[in-house]
Nanobody, 127 residues
Framework: QAPLVESGGGSVQTGGSLRLSCTASSSTLMRYCMAWFRQAPGKEREGVAVLNGHGGHTNYADSVKGRFTISQDKANNTWYLQMNSLKAEDTATYYC????????????????????WGQGTQVTVSS
């Protein structure tokens, strides 16, 4: 069983909303930092949002602050990325990630800090 399984991608018009889900195979994967990354064609994978499993603190990339919200459902080993007011520049493949251990104080851990990754889900925003 894959450690992380994503769902919820799709196509939406500018200004629309989507919610991505990431379900973990074990609750232990939700102990530390749970994150969402995205990668657009020809660009580096970038951190979008992170949720600290201990205290519930969240951090966001400046490009999505006020529009995206990361949350969790511990009972179902799942975390979410609610994306509102979507823009064309949000178009990318989105990945969930788990396993980083330091995501407090406004910090977004880098890609190399995460041990586990989802398979990716495509989000396309068109005008």
């Amino acid at each position: 069983q894959a450690p992380l399984v994503e769902s919820g991608g799709g196509s939406v018009q500018t200004g629309g909303s989507l919610r991505l889900s990431c379900t973990a195979s074990s609750s232990t994967l939700m102990r530390y930092c749970m994150a969402w990354f995205r990668q657009a064609p020809g660009k580096e994978r970038e951190g979008v949002a992170v949720l600290n499993g201990h205290g519930g603190h969240t951090n966001y990339a400046d490009s999505v602050k006020g529009r995206f919200t990361i949350s969790q459902d511990k009972a179902n080993n799942t975390w979410y990325l609610q994306m509102n007011s979507l823009k064309a520049e949000d178009t990318a493949t989105y990945y969930c990630a788990a396993g980083a251990t330091w995501c407090t104080g406004g910090r977004l851990p880098g890609r190399a800090e995460y041990e586990h990754w989802g398979q990716g889900t495509q989000v396309t925003v068109s005008s």
